[in-house]
């Protein structure tokens, strides 16, 4: 789990702000959200539901719902900025050089078409190869991510396999053409405990042996706890803090951040001392003070609804939005 | 009741298109009601001097072949048009829903029993069987009615079954049960009840489509004899001269047979928005 | 054993559809029954003998009880013998059979240009909403729902023939100057193909191209709006995401992606739309003039000449389980979850 030294990160996300137009008004779902990869590095990505991680993703690759706006900011892979580029071009690095797994791996699939037969349409669209060994490739694919009996698999449909085995069918459309980032949001929810280790270690050492960066998208800190590098905590569509792991969890400075660690739970702890976060996830519908945790912090202080929001470097590598960080 | 209506007149402010269709429907009532009084003309008044007049002052909307005013012809038909329309689909809601809301309760042989019966019905191009039935049974108005009324009780039967079937095991339907109640008190007073919401969607849905079947069936000669008005029969009598000309014999029942579903249509729509406004397209 | 799973399903499905033909016969059988009047009286004359009418009674296997005759009743369908039809004197198997390609022909057309508007109408809608075509099929839609289809034939003949002059009189399939061509399939488009007369189709289609409208207007709104709402909810589906996130091209994820699951329910809703159209076949006809088996049936039950209405029917609902099947058979082809059994 070593970071390498590069400078230059693999993707740097910078100031993304994202709107969605509802019936009931605005939804402002993600506001200046920040935050990098670099190359071969595992980022986790961790909020409740509803703060904004997979908004994120999906922004970066330009798949949003029609209903959603990028009202401003820069996603920077391999320089060039995703967000400011063409559809065509997005196009040609979707697949490719980033990929991204989804949750409920069952319904992620085509239900209609073989699993075979989908794997060789990314291989097809991104690999020159010719129809033989865009076959064989798909076949290797299958095998890498540990299925037994790829040729059978590969006439499979989607509704005869288990979940599973969805999910490294989706593994394997993802890490088709070896991309340099791939994107797993939730990729274990609906699976289970251990399906849901083998999936993880799957996708660690198919990392591992690509130098792939990963982000993993999950509301599970402790997952992210025992696989990634570092950690970047969201709530209510911002960045509250991002940190190496251990420091994270070491001295974590952010008070949401504290919080969700305590209310983790871990071995040798009991349910009485696991402590919920109060309040909900805000309405991001109106006005909106400009720290959105404000409502539920026990640190609030009439400073705090001054506008900007600060976003403070601590140490190296750890940043912190908040105004009084521990 | 008061939260009903309250709910109502919300729906029909956020959709004035439901309160068109609503303030229509009162009109047709209307006309159904008092039509024969207020036509102008004697709807079976002929006049050889006054035949295949276009729209004037004396006659809004023309005469027929045989010097009939068109207007007051239209407006008597509105009766017998919504009669047939209602009374066909009452009766499909009646024994279809039964059947079904039976069918999907007690399961086992019933269920089959009804299945077989709605897989018959629907084997055929449902007009088709509405004509044979009707040239089956006889000429008249009653079997209009009646056939209508066969070819629509597979959805009525289809969708109780469903609903039923979902709130077979719900919660609600123990307690009664354990209450003391046999299963026909269940399923009359408990179950089907819950399952009328939906279901008035598909009958105001269905009222349109049973004018135009009845219109269709009088058009080509079978159920309404003339001289009685009604729509279809209307159109079919002034099809002949709609080729040379003569457009005002047929267009203006026509166009009435079009409000009149165009109306319930909508009702059916806004009446969806109402119960279920997820399913709002 | 036969090991393909295709057909498999056929068969499965062939055997699903004979219970459904058997309720057509019996159905039939009954109706055939329930007409008003003593047929045997009828055909004896107004001026016969009580005797004549007992023999015509004994002849016509009458007097046997209910199950009997319905032996007999399978017996002549077996054989093909659907009886004669007074009005023409022919068998009515033969009748049918002579003007079946004109209604089949006509159909098809409705069909064919229901679907290639209604389709692309409806795919449209789904991938530009709230533009001025998805308005206009959200009109059409609920406009096409509500209009009785003899209306919309008149006025069409009314507008197009009568105001304009475009279109010929609707007189039937070709006007008084042509004659048919050498009958191969009895379709006249498809004969004047292959009989290489150019003019003879031109007439043909003219003459088709009304009652072929007035269907298609028909079967066009419950075809587009469920296009529409099948495309949407399909482009809104977690595959497509996927398919996307994976950077397949926009026609791949258009057509192989969405378009295909799509269809599913409009296939299933064709079963439903052929009801519709094969009753409506009997309108256009009337007002057409168009010489099909529809009109055949009309002039028969006008001349209250009972066997050709009988033979119609059960035509007609043959023709529909046929076409149902066909749809099983096209949907098991398109979406393997119903064809291979889990």
């Known amino acids: 789990m070593t970071v390498p030294a590069a400078a230059v990160p693999l993707l740097s996300v910078e100031d993304l702000s994202v709107e969605f137009q509802t019936r009931d008004g605005v939804v402002r779902a993600l506001e200046d959200v920040a935050f990098t990869v670099a190359r071969g590095e595992t980022v986790g990505l961790v909020g409740e539901s509803g703060s904004g991680k997979s908004v994120s993703a999906l922004a970066i690759l330009g798949i949003l719902h029609p209903a959603a706006r990028i009202t401003s900011g820069r996603a920077v892979f391999g320089g060039l900025d995703l967000i400011a580029a063409s559809e065509t071009q997005r196009e040609e690095y979707r697949g490719r050089e980033l990929s991204m797994i989804f949750q409920n791996p069952r319904t992620a699939l085509n239900p209609i078409r073989t699993v075979g037969r989908q794997i060789e349409d990314v291989l097809v669209r991104h690999a020159n190869l010719g129809r033989a060994r865009v076959r064989a490739r798909a076949l290797e694919l299958l095998a890498q991510v540990q299925i037994a009996d790829p040729a059978r698999a590969w006439g499979a449909y989607p509704f005869e396999l288990s979940g599973g085995m969805c999910q490294r069918v989706m593994i394997a459309l993802a890490v088709a053409c070896s991309p340099a980032l791939l994107i797993a949001d939730e990729p274990t929810t609906g699976l289970d405990v251990t399906t849901q280790a083998a999936i993880l270690e799957l996708i660690e050492d198919l990392a591992r042996r690509s130098q792939m960066a990963t982000v993993l998208i999950t509301h599970d800190l402790a997952l992210v706890g025992e696989r990634c590098d570092r950690i970047v905590v969201m709530h209510a569509g911002h960045v509250v803090e991002t940190a190496p792991t251990l420091e994270l969890f070491r001295a974590p400075r952010h008070p949401y951040t504290a919080r969700l660690i305590a209310s983790t739970p871990r071995a040798g702890a009991r349910l009485a001392d696991l402590a919920p976060i109060p309040g909900g996830v805000p309405d991001l519908r109106g006005v909106l003070p400009p720290c959105r945790y404000r409502l539920r912090c026990e640190r609030a202080a009439p400073a705090c609804d001054e506008p900007p929001l600060p976003r403070q470097q601590i140490a190296r590598g750890h940043l912190v939005a908040c105004r009084f960080p521990s | ?281 | 054993m036969v090991r393909s799973p295709l057909l498999r399903m056929i068969g499965r499905r062939l055997l699903a559809a004979a219970p459904g033909l058997i309720g057509v016969v019996v159905v039939t059988f009954l109706l055939n029954r329930a007409l008003p009047g003593d047929p045997a009286a009828f055909f004896a004359g107004p001026a016969a003998t009580q005797q004549a009418i007992a023999e015509i009674r004994t002849k016509l296997g009458l007097d046997r009880s209910l199950p009997e005759q319905f032996a007999l009743y399978v017996r002549d369908l077996a054989r093909g013998d659907l009886g004669h039809s007074l009005t023409t004197g022919q068998p009515v198997t033969a009748d049918l059979l002579a003007r079946l390609p004109a209604s089949l022909e006509l159909t098809l057309c409705g069909l064919v240009l229901a679907v290639s508007v209604a389709l692309p109408l409806g795919i449209l809608a789904a991938t530009r909403p709230g533009s001025w075509i998805d308005h206009l099929a959200r009109l059409l839609t609920t406009a096409g729902v509500s209009l009785p289809i003899f209306f919309t034939g008149l006025v069409l003949v009314y507008v197009f023939y009568y105001l304009l002059g475009w279109a010929p009189a609707p007189l039937g399939r070709l006007d008084a100057f042509s004659t048919p061509p050498r009958p191969v399939t009895r379709m006249f488009l498809i004969d004047s193909v292959l009989a290489g007369d150019g003019a003879l189709f031109w007439a043909t289609a003219r003459q088709m191209i009304l009652p072929a409208v007035t269907l298609a207007l028909f079967a066009m709104a419950p075809i587009a709006r469920m296009t529409r709402a099948a495309m949407l909810g399909v482009l809104a589906s977690d595959f497509v995401r996927t398919a996307r996130a994976a950077g397949l091209s926009r026609h791949t994820v258009m057509v192989t992606y969405a378009l295909r699951n799509a269809l599913l329910p409009v296939i299933t809703l064709l079963g439903m739309v052929f009801s519709f159209l094969l009753g409506a076949n009997v309108v256009v006809e009337k007002v057409f003039a168009w010489p099909g088996i529809g009109s055949y049936a009309l002039e028969a039950l006008i001349a209250s000449d009972y066997a050709p209405v009988q033979g119609f029917v059960l035509a007609m609902a043959s023709l529909y389980v046929l076409l149902n099947l066909l749809i099983d058979v096209l949907y098991g082809v398109i979406d393997a979850r119903v064809r291979i059994e889990t």
């Open chain 2, 1 to 281: 009741m008061i939260a009903l209506l309250r709910h109502g007149r919300y729906v029909v402010g956020e959709n004035p298109v439901t309160g068109a269709a609503f303030a229509l429907l009162l009109v047709l009532l209307f006309f159904a009601l008092f039509g024969v009084w207020i036509a102008p003309y004697d709807p079976l008044a002929t006049d050889a001097a006054q035949t295949l007049q276009p729209p004037s002052r004396a006659h809004w909307f023309g005469t027929d072949q045989v010097g009939r005013d068109v207007l007051s012809r239209m407006i008597v038909a509105t009766r017998l048009d919504l009669v047939i329309a209602v009374s066909a689909v009452a009766l499909s809601f009646v024994l279809g829903s039964a059947a079904g809301a039976c069918a999907g309760f007690f399961g086992g042989w019933t269920e089959r029993l009804v299945s077989r019966l709605t897989d018959t019905i629907m084997a055929f191009p449902l007009f088709v069987l509405a004509m044979a039935i009707v040239a089956a049974l006889g000429n008249t108005v009653a079997n209009i009615v009646y056939a209508t009324a066969i070819i629509n009780l597979p959805f009525y039967a289809r969708m109780a079954r469903a609903e039923t079937n979902v709130r077979r095991d719900a919660g609600f339907v123990e307690a009664a049960r354990l209450a003391g109640n046999g299963p026909g008190r269940v399923l009359a007073f408990h179950v089907f009840p819950n399952c009328l919401p939906p279901m008035m969607v598909q009958v105001s849905l269905n009222l349109g489509w049973a004018i135009l079947n009845a219109a269709a069936l009088s058009f080509i000669g079978l159920g309404v004899r003339p001289p009685t008005p009604e729509w279809g029969i209307m159109v079919a009598d002034g099809a002949a001269f709609m080729v040379s000309g003569e457009w005002w014999v047929s267009l203006f029942p026509g166009l009435a047979l079009m409000l009149a579903v165009f109306c319930f249509n909508l009702l059916g729509d806004g009446l969806r928005d109402l119960i279920d406004p997820r399913r709002r397209t």
